[in-house]
């Protein structure tokens, strides 16, 4: 059987049954150290999967930094150190020093370091990042509990309506459009949100399949079902105006498109917090799957070997 | 400045530069995590480049494994936990599980964990490997001290002969042959020396990239000169007999062959323990730079930009 045949989520079940730990599943892997809670986990870009040469190189860099915070703040924790694995093409030096450049401004951004790595020679330009964060308390995507409402941290969407207008290659993009590509180009992990989710979320991952597709991991993790309320998925205003004008609906975006990074988390309602950056979209009930309103939901979300 | 022209050592030194770092500049980044010292490596097998998708799959998952098991015994530690982040053209499932299948012996040979990881599609076969080590005593390339005696591991050489010999594609090999293959296919990490190290030596590497490169990367690291002793250096009867078929000088193959994954430390001579494996090569001196016997030597080693 090819790997295109058993898709990537086959592919990680399977290997998974391989290594038959019961550590793996979350974005992060918590570890004991000493007396300390360390949360590891790696994510990587692909040239020509996750990125193009034609990006700008800085905004490749800051990425690769943030989609590692991101899996580390979706469990509760900080991000303290970074390895930055480079598979190198023969490139322009400028090039690489401008990525490095993304990578420290994040590292800076978000309070972390980077203490190492590695560089290899490659036909294409891939960045893969290795992350060790620290927590108070993890929390993994598990631990859901029916009664509970279900959060994301800010509008869904946005990445993939960029990620369609740079592949459009226009001449000249409105300010609207701008900011939309920023959002797949740049994206900002939710640190600001680390220490709420480790004191008082019951499950959390991060959104980076599609909010569709993610919920119902949590949902199976936890052994619940979620009912998402598909007027309460925050949709920014720019998306709007992109499926306006390109005749789309905005809550398919939200729903299925990839690489959002916002948390997904869940807890008690009364926990909500008007001062941060947190929107109630669901509730946690008994059962399984995905409900959107009250119907179930085939997820839609991004397979790497099925494309 | 195109990176075939900086080469690998130029960038690696442009990017510690960028990142004005004191700890980068060792096999592994040694950090305090509450009351430990913990160990951070990674180091990446790129199908073309490390390997051909022809060899074993099971080798290339212990071998990649196996070489940052050898980062962390040459700083003194002992691993703990790795992650697996895979890179994948659309193959055989059965290719992976095999490749899953060398990680996880490996694994369990070193007494560490695969703990997560990640897998992403692309054109060629990559694996890498994040590794988190602990470490009673750090011990880095940079504190060897004047006086000192230089000690390898084990013979040095094979590995680059095996890659010579693989690379032949004879119908079938004589069992000198296969034994050094074995070198290069599947390395085996110094993990019995660990202990030793981290007790005893003043400074530790690991020879990946030939022993003449890499004694003058300590030398230079430590503000000292190393000089080896042409007879002393350790070359296995299997290289002897291949350099005798082939016209060639095992000196050569021992000093500039990659890839040994043996270990390259210093400590007083005092300290030779005869139950392990542990040669002395030579001997620390004021000056800098390396010496074999009395003559300057200039590095050849291995270049991942110039190939």
Not at 61 to 67: C, D, F, N
Not at 182 to 190: D, G, I
Not at 244 to 262: F, I, S
Request: glycine share 10%.
């Amino acid at each position: 059987m090819k790997l295109s045949e058993i898709g990537e989520f086959g592919l990680i079940e399977r290997l998974k049954e391989l290594l038959n730990s019961s550590i793996i599943g979350d974005d992060t892997a918590p570890l004991s150290v000493g007396n300390t809670t360390v949360l590891l986990t790696c994510d990587i870009l692909v040239q020509d999967r996750h990125f193009k040469l034609s990006y700008p190189a800085s905004a490749i860099g800051w990425k690769a930094i943030s989609v590692n915070v991101s899996d580390v703040v979706a469990n509760g924790g900080l991000p303290k150190y970074a390895l930055v694995s480079l598979v190198l093409p023969d490139m322009e030096l400028k090039y690489v020093e401008e990525l490095y450049e993304g990578i420290k401004k994040a590292c800076e951004f978000y309070g972390c370091e980077v203490v190492g790595g590695n560089v290899s020679g490659g036909e294409r330009l891939i960045v893969d990042v290795f992350m060790l964060g620290q927590a108070e308390r993890f929390v993994g995507r598990r631990s859901a509990r029916v009664g509970e409402t279900v959060f994301v941290s800010g509008t869904l969407g946005d990445a993939r309506a960029g990620l369609e207008l740079l592949l459009m290659e226009k001449r000249s993009y409105e300010d609207f459009e701008l900011r939309l590509i920023e959002r797949h180009l740049r994206p900002t992990a939710r640190i600001d949100l680390a220490r709420h989710v480790s004191k008082y979320a019951s499950a959390s991952m991060d959104i980076s399949d599609g909010l569709s597709s993610d919920a119902l991991k949590m949902a199976k993790a936890s052994g619940v079902a979620i009912k998402l309320y598909s007027e309460k998925v925050p949709v920014s205003l720019e998306l709007r105006e992109f499926c306006k004008r390109h005749g789309k609906d905005p809550l398919e975006y939200a729903l299925a498109g990839g690489e959002d990074y916002e948390l997904l988390f869940t807890h008690v309602f009364e926990r909500l917090n008007p001062f941060l950056s947190m929107i109630p979209v669901g509730v946690v009930i008994e059962g399984e799957g995905l409900y959107l309103d009250e119907i179930p939901v085939e997820p839609k979300g991004f397979d790497h070997f099925r494309l």
